[in-house]
């Protein structure tokens, strides 16, 4: 079975680099055919995509947070990170990371989330 955990700090300065990293353990991120998700949910609303890395290392993003995401890998260690460039308060939200194999019912595995504040 596939694990994830996120890591990173709680709390970000506006207009600096939200960084967050996903620890995959149990399964490799260069596995065929797995996408590696970054995931969120602000304080009383629903969940939002943001992005992913694919497999072989090509990566997706959401248009509207295309400009200031970049979520990048280190087979090495079995990692995948995700930076959020120029935060704003509107960008508080539980941060979680998944994995998607391509079936009908969305994400495969999730990791617990972590919270990121961003404060003024």
């Known amino acids: 079975q596939v694990q994830l955990q996120e890591s990173g700090p709680s709390l970000v300065t506006s207009s600096q680099t939200l960084s967050l990293t996903c620890t995959v353990s149990?399964?490799?991120?260069?596995?065929?055919?797995?996408?590696w998700n970054w995931i969120r949910q602000p304080p009383g609303k629903g969940l939002e995509w943001m992005g992913d890395?694919?497999?072989?290392?090509?990566?997706y993003y959401t248009p509207s947070l295309k400009s200031r995401t970049s979520i990048s890998r280190d087979t090495s260690k079995n990692q995948f990170t995700l930076q959020l460039n120029s935060v704003t308060p509107e960008d508080t939200a539980v941060y979680y990371c998944?994995?998607?194999?391509?079936?009908?019912?969305?994400?495969?595995?999730w990791g617990k989330g972590t919270l990121v504040t961003v404060s003024t």
């Open positions: 890395i694919a497999y072989s290392g090509s990566t």
């Open positions: 998944a994995v998607y194999s391509g079936g009908d019912y969305g994400m495969d595995y």
């Open positions: 149990g399964g490799s991120i260069t596995t065929n055919y797995y996408y």
